[in-house]
């Protein structure tokens, strides 16, 4: 699964989930893709965008579209925020929420000093540029992730 960064023609930032580059711009030139704060489907690429592999995720961006789209070809919001949930859902039950101690984590399992395990939790820009430096991959979520652990 990829995260795109992605702004409007109107500027708004957001992100974008998507299974490959393809899926992206067929999503796009279909008008799926819709900017959360106006609704303009006249959607660019920011910058470069981190790669993640979440492995088994059921429920991809597409997936959730793809559940959410009547036969009419319009789409259920209500039914894109279900499969989004679920999405959120299987982060929660995947990894352990380890708060303001995420780039201390994350660098431990980088350099061996821990197991790797799925982790998420918070760290500011500079904190998550320097690990992108130190070439430790992640991923910023488009949901809060400061949900209670499942285990
Ligand atoms: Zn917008």
């Keep these: 699964m990829i995260v795109y960064n992605?702004?409007?023609?109107?500027?708004?930032?957001?992100?974008?989930?998507?299974?490959?580059?393809?899926?992206?711009?067929?999503?796009r030139d279909r008008g799926l893709v819709e900017?959360?704060?106006c609704g303009s489907t006249q959607i660019e690429r920011k910058l470069h965008a981190p790669?993640?592999?979440?492995?088994a995720?059921?429920?991809?961006?597409?997936?959730?579209?793809?559940a959410a789209t009547q036969p009419d070809g319009e789409i259920d919001f209500g039914q894109l925020r279900e499969a989004m949930l679920g999405f959120a859902q299987h982060v929660r039950d995947n990894t352990e929420y380890v708060g303001e101690r995420f780039a201390d984590e994350a660098r431990a399992m980088h350099?061996?000093?821990?197991?790797?395990?799925?982790?998420?939790g918070r760290a500011d820009r500079d904190t998550a540029e320097a690990l992108r430096e130190e070439g430790i991959e992640?991923?910023?979520?488009?949901?809060?992730v400061d949900f209670p652990n499942a285990h």
């Design 35 to 37: 900017c959360p704060v």
């Design 57 to 66: 995720a059921p429920v991809t961006r597409q997936d959730a579209v793809e």
């Design 51 to 55: 790669r993640i592999n979440t492995g």
């Design 6 to 27: 992605l702004a409007c023609n109107q500027h708004h930032p957001f992100e974008g989930w998507f299974a490959s580059p393809a899926d992206f711009e067929q999503q």
């Design 111 to 120: 350099y061996g000093e821990k197991e790797h395990r799925g982790i998420r």
């Design 138 to 144: 992640f991923a910023s979520l488009p949901f809060p």
